[in-house]
C-alpha cells in the first residue's frame, strides 16, 4: 500500500469511526427518548405540564460551592471513580450539599439537554420543598441511603428517572452531602437497582472516611473491625481522640454502633467510657502488632472488636503543621509584600500538588502564565513538561490537531510522520491553556473529554491515548459572562475553576517600587524617576513595567535611571472593567452589524479593531469568518 492509499484509508476509517460514534449517540439518545414517552405514557402524565428542574444561576452556586470547597477537593476522586465504573450503564453521578444543590457532577455530555431537563446537571436543586418526594431530597430528610424509582417520583417532570442515593455525614455526625447515580429512565425493576445501592453506599463511605481523615490528622486515629484481616484496608469504625483520650470526631458507622445506652453523644466521650481498658493501654494496638493480637470489647455490648491506633503527627511536626503552609521559592518569588498578592500565593502554595485544575484570572499582562509557572516549578511535576498554549493565536482549522496531535495524513496538510499534539506533550507535567476563553465550543467539549477521561484522541486515531496532566487555564475575559452568553461551556468551566486565583492589577499593588528595584538589580532610579514611575497606572502591568524598565536601563549612562531615561509613558484614560469578547456581549440580533461599523470607523484595521473590543486578532478573526465579512480591498 503506498502513501496515497495509506492516506486515503486512514480518511475512510476516520470517517467510518466518526460516523459509528454519532449512529452510537443517537441510537442511544433514540432508546431514551422512547423509554421516556413509553413512562410518560404508561403513567398518563401531560407532557406539556411537566416543568424543567431548578437550576441554580452560576453566582448562586458558587457561593455553596464555596462553603464546602476543601471537602469537594477531597470528594472529586472518589466521584471520577464512582462514574468510570457506573458510566457504561447510562447513568449520571452528582454530589450535592446537605441543601440539595448539586455541586459537582460526572455524565455524558452526549444527552446534556435532557439531563439539565431532568435536573440532572450541575446547580440543581433536589430539596424537596422544589423537587417533592426524590432520591436527594428523601435522603437528606430521613439520612438513609435508598432508591426512588420511576413514580416513586411526586413531581411528574422526574418520574421517567431512577435515581440512587447515600448520604455522607461530617465527623459529628452532621450530614454534609448526599452521593447520587441516576439514569434519564429505566424498563428494569425498583430491585433492578439494589447493586447500584451498594455501590454508592461504599463510594459515600470511602468518601466520608477521605474527609475524616484528613480533618483529623492530627489525632489519635482508631480504626476497628469486627474482622482482623480487614482491619488495616477496610475498617467499618473510624474515631478521633484527642491526647487526653476524649472523642472529636467519629465517621457515621461508628456513631451509630457506638450509641450511648441512655442516647449521650459519642463526641467528648473518654476512650475508658467506651471500652473496657484505659487510655494509657492505647499504645499496645498500633500497626507493629498482628491485627489479630489488637483485640478489645465494647462497654455494654458482645461483639468483639479489633483495633488499630494510629498517634497523631510529632510534637515538632504538629507545630509546623499548625504554621501556614511554607511557600516554594518560585511562589515567593512572584512578590515583593503586596498583601491581596501574597493571599493568593498562600493559596496556591496549598494547591501545588494537587490534581485540581488551576483558573488564573486578571487583566493582561499581571503575570499569569509566570505564575502558572511558578506553580509548576513549585510542585513535584517540576521535573516533567510545562506546556503553554495561547488558545488566542491558534487558527481554529488546526487548534484540534496542535492540542490532541495527529496521524499521518490524517487530513490535507497533516504532517508526514503526524503529530504528537501539546497535550500529549505535556504527560506527567502542567498544561497551560492561556486565554481559554477564546477556545471554540466545538473544542472545549473535547478537552472536557480530556480532563474528565485522562485520555486524548489524536485527529485520525482509533484508539485513545492516557495523560496525566495537571491543567491550569488563564484568562483575561470574565468566563462568567461567556457562560451566561452561551460562548463557553459551563461544565468546563466548572471542572477549569477548581480553585479560583485572582491576580491583583499592578496599579493596586502595595509593592510597586520593591518590585521595580528587583527588575533593576544593579541599576538605580533618581527620585525624580521612581515618582514618574510610581505615578503611572500601568495599563500593561507588568508587561508594560518590564518594557519601560528596559528600555531605561538600555539608554541610560552608567548605573543609574533619571527622568530622561523613561520611555514615554502613556495613559489610556480612565481603566474600563475587563472588555468581554464580541462574540459574547453582542446580542445575536445586530451584533454583525455593530462588528462590521467598528471596522469602517477603524479603516478595517483588524489590529486596532481587536483592540478597540477587548479580543484577541483571532477571535476577531473567527468573527469575521461567522459574519461573512470580508476587508474591501479583498473583497472580489
Not at 111 to 125: C, H, K, N, V
Request: with cysteine.
Amino acid at each position: 500500500m503506498n502513501a496515497s492509499q495509506h492516506q486515503h484509508m486512514t480518511r475512510v476509517m476516520q470517517v467510518a469511526e466518526n460516523g459509528l460514534r454519532a449512529s452510537a449517540a443517537a441510537s442511544r439518545e433514540a432508546i431514551i427518548r422512547e423509554s421516556w414517552h413509553r413512562c410518560v405514557h404508561e403513567h398518563r402524565l401531560d407532557p406539556t405540564r411537566m416543568q424543567e428542574a431548578v437550576i441554580l444561576p452560576q453566582a448562586r452556586l458558587r457561593e455553596h460551592q464555596d462553603q464546602m470547597e476543601a471537602f469537594l477537593h477531597i470528594a472529586r476522586h472518589g466521584l471520577e471513580s464512582l462514574y468510570s465504573k457506573v458510566a457504561g450503564l447510562g447513568y449520571v453521578v452528582l454530589l450535592t450539599d446537605a441543601r440539595g444543590v448539586t455541586v459537582d457532577f460526572l455524565g455524558d455530555l452526549v444527552f446534556e439537554p435532557s439531563l439539565r431537563r431532568a435536573g440532572l446537571y450541575l446547580g440543581a436543586d433536589w430539596s424537596e420543598p422544589h423537587a417533592g418526594t426524590c432520591g436527594v431530597g428523601t435522603c437528606i430528610s430521613t439520612g438513609q441511603a435508598l432508591t426512588v424509582h420511576l413514580d416513586d417520583h411526586f413531581d411528574a417532570t422526574h418520574i421517567p428517572l431512577t435515581c440512587t442515593t447515600a448520604p455522607i455525614f461530617d465527623s459529628r455526625g452532621q450530614l454534609s452531602a448526599v452521593l447520587d447515580i441516576s439514569q434519564l429512565s429505566s424498563q428494569q425493576p425498583k430491585d433492578s437497582q439494589h447493586l447500584a445501592l451498594q455501590l454508592v453506599q461504599m463510594f459515600a463511605r470511602d468518601i466520608e472516611n477521605a474527609a475524616f481523615l484528613h480533618q483529623h490528622r492530627r489525632d489519635w486515629i482508631l480504626r476497628l473491625s469486627a474482622a482482623p484481616q480487614f482491619l488495616d484496608v477496610q475498617p467499618e469504625l473510624m474515631l478521633a481522640l484527642d491526647g487526653n483520650g476524649r472523642v472529636t470526631g467519629h465517621n457515621r458507622r461508628a456513631q451509630l454502633a457506638l450509641k450511648h445506652p441512655q442516647g449521650q453523644a459519642l463526641l467528648g466521650q473518654r476512650f475508658e467510657d467506651l471500652f473496657d481498658l484505659p487510655f494509657s493501654r492505647i499504645g499496645d494496638f498500633v500497626q507493629a502488632r498482628p491485627s489479630d493480637q489488637r483485640a478489645l470489647m465494647p462497654r455494654g455490648q458482645r461483639q468483639l472488636l479489633f483495633l488499630s491506633a494510629t498517634p497523631p503527627t510529632t510534637r515538632l511536626a504538629v507545630v509546623h503543621a499548625t504554621q501556614a503552609t511554607p511557600v516554594p521559592g518560585p511562589l515567593a518569588a512572584l512578590s515583593a509584600g503586596d498583601p491581596a498578592l501574597q493571599r493568593q500565593i498562600d493559596r496556591a502554595a496549598r494547591l501545588v500538588n494537587s490534581p485540581i485544575s488551576l483558573l488564573v484570572t486578571g487583566e493582561t499582562g499581571v503575570g499569569k502564565e509566570y505564575f502558572a509557572k511558578a506553580v509548576h516549578a513549585s510542585s513535584e511535576r517540576r521535573h516533567r513538561p510545562f506546556v503553554a498554549v495561547n488558545c488566542a493565536a491558534i487558527p481554529e482549522s488546526l487548534i484540534e490537531s496542535e492540542l490532541f496531535g495527529h496521524l499521518p495524513g490524517s487530513f490535507s496538510g497533516a504532517a508526514p510522520k503526524g503529530k504528537r499534539g501539546l497535550i500529549p506533550e505535556a504527560d506527567g507535567g502542567t498544561l497551560f491553556l492561556d486565554e481559554i476563553g477564546d477556545m471554540p465550543l466545538a473544542l472545549q467539549a473535547r478537552l472536557l473529554r480530556v480532563l474528565s477521561e485522562h485520555e486524548v484522541l489524536p485527529v485520525g486515531a482509533l484508539k485513545p491515548v492516557p495523560v496525566n496532566v495537571r491543567v491550569i487555564a488563564a484568562t483575561h475575559a470574565p468566563l462568567e459572562t461567556l457562560v451566561r452568553a452561551g460562548r463557553f461551556r459551563d461544565d468546563l468551566y466548572y471542572r477549569l475553576n477548581g480553585a479560583h486565583i485572582s491576580l491583583p492589577p499592578l496599579r493596586e499593588r502595595a509593592d510597586l517600587g520593591a518590585m521595580m528595584d528587583r527588575m533593576l538589580r544593579d541599576k538605580t532610579l533618581s527620585p525624580a524617576a521612581r515618582a514618574r514611575l510610581l505615578a503611572h497606572p500601568w495599563p500593561g502591568n507588568l508587561r508594560e513595567l518590564r518594557n519601560a524598565l528596559d528600555f531605561a536601563a538600555s539608554v541610560c549612562e552608567g548605573d543609574h535611571i533619571t527622568v530622561d531615561d523613561l520611555p514615554e509613558l502613556r495613559a489610556l484614560g480612565a481603566l474600563p472593567p475587563a472588555r468581554v469578547p464580541v462574540e459574547a456581549s453582542a446580542p445575536e440580533g445586530g451584533s454583525d452589524e455593530s462588528l462590521r461599523d467598528t471596522l469602517n470607523r477603524l479603516h478595517w484595521n483588524v489590529s486596532a479593531a481587536a483592540r478597540s473590543l477587548g479580543v484577541s486578532r483571532m477571535t476577531l478573526y473567527r468573527r469575521m469568518k461567522r459574519a461573512g465579512l470580508v476587508a474591501p480591498n479583498r473583497a472580489g
